[in-house]
C-alpha cells in the first residue's frame, strides 16, 4: 500500500467548476508538497505546507495534520488547468531530503 | 528564478548500450535527484546527492549509477541500458537543510524521454 493516497484519479471539469483533489498519508510528515505536471513532463511546486491552509491566485491548499489529508482546491477552473496534480510528503524525523510521491490526478478542464 | 536543465528532452538507445543523461542547475542548491516516472506508478527516486562526490541510493538504484565532480552538474548512468529502463527521466534540485524537521522545495528539469529498444 502506498503510503500516499490521491484521489480521484482522474477528474473532468467543465471550466468555471470548483474542483477538489484529495491526498491522504500514514505516515507522520513535516511537510506536504503539492506539484503539477503538464503534458510533455515539465514539473513545478505549487504548495508546500505543514499546517493550515495557503492561496495563490484561484489555488487552495488545505492540510489537517491530526487527520493526515490534505486537499487541493481549483476554483472557477479553466482548460489551462488541465494537468496532472501530485501529492508529496515529507516523512518527520527522516533525512530532510526525501519525498514520498503519491501516483498523481489526472484533472481535464473542457471548455 | 531556478532553472534546472537537462541535456535531451527526447533519446533513443539500443539495448546494452552506455547512457548519460545529464542535468545542471544553476541556483548553486547543494541536493540533486534523479527519479524515474512510469505511467501507475508515480515518481520514484533512483539516487540522491547532498554534496560534490557524495550520493546517496535512492528506492530504485539497480541497473543506474551517478555522478557529481561538480556541485551544478549531477549525471545519471545507465552501464547497460535494457528495455526496462524505458521511461521518463526528471533531474530535480533543492537546498539542503541541517534538520530533519526541514523540507525544502524541489525544483525539476523538463524531463528526458529514454526509448531503450
Known amino acids: 500500500k502506498n503510503e500516499v493516497e490521491q484521489s480521484p484519479q482522474n477528474l473532468t471539469a467543465q471550466e468555471g467548476e470548483f474542483i477538489t483533489i484529495n491526498c491522504s498519508y500514514s505516515?507522520?510528515?513535516?511537510?506536504l508538497h503539492w506539484l503539477q505536471q503538464h503534458p510533455g513532463g515539465g514539473i513545478v511546486s505549487l504548495f508546500m505546507l505543514s499546517s493550515g491552509k495557503k492561496k495563490h491566485g484561484r489555488l487552495i491548499a488545505t492540510i489537517n495534520i491530526q487527520e493526515k489529508h490534505s486537499s487541493l482546491h481549483i476554483t472557477a477552473s479553466h482548460p489551462r488547468d488541465s494537468a496532472v496534480y501530485i501529492c508529496a510528503v515529507k516523512n518527520s524525523g527522516g533525512s530532510n531530503y526525501k519525498l514520498t510521491f503519491g501516483k498523481g490526478t489526472l484533472l481535464t478542464v473542457n471548455p | 528564478d531556478v532553472k534546472v536543465t537537462q541535456s535531451s528532452r527526447y533519446l533513443v538507445k539500443r539495448t546494452g548500450e552506455k547512457v548519460f543523461l545529464e542535468c545542471v542547475q544553476d541556483?548553486?542548491?547543494?541536493?540533486m535527484f534523479w527519479y524515474r516516472q512510469d505511467p501507475g506508478l508515480g515518481l520514484r527516486l533512483i539516487y540522491f546527492s547532498y554534496d560534490v562526490k557524495m550520493k546517496e541510493k535512492g528506492d530504485i538504484p539497480e541497473g543506474y549509477s551517478v555522478s557529481r565532480e561538480k556541485k551544478e552538474r549531477f549525471s545519471l548512468i545507465l552501464e547497460s541500458a535494457s528495455t526496462n529502463q524505458t521511461s521518463m527521466y526528471l533531474c530535480a534540485s533543492s537546498l539542503w537543510g541541517p534538520a530533519a524537521l526541514i523540507s525544502y522545495e524541489q525544483y525539476f528539469g523538463p524531463g528526458t524521454r529514454l526509448t531503450v529498444t
Open positions: 541556483m548553486d542548491h547543494e541536493n
Open positions: 505516515v507522520g510528515i513535516s511537510a
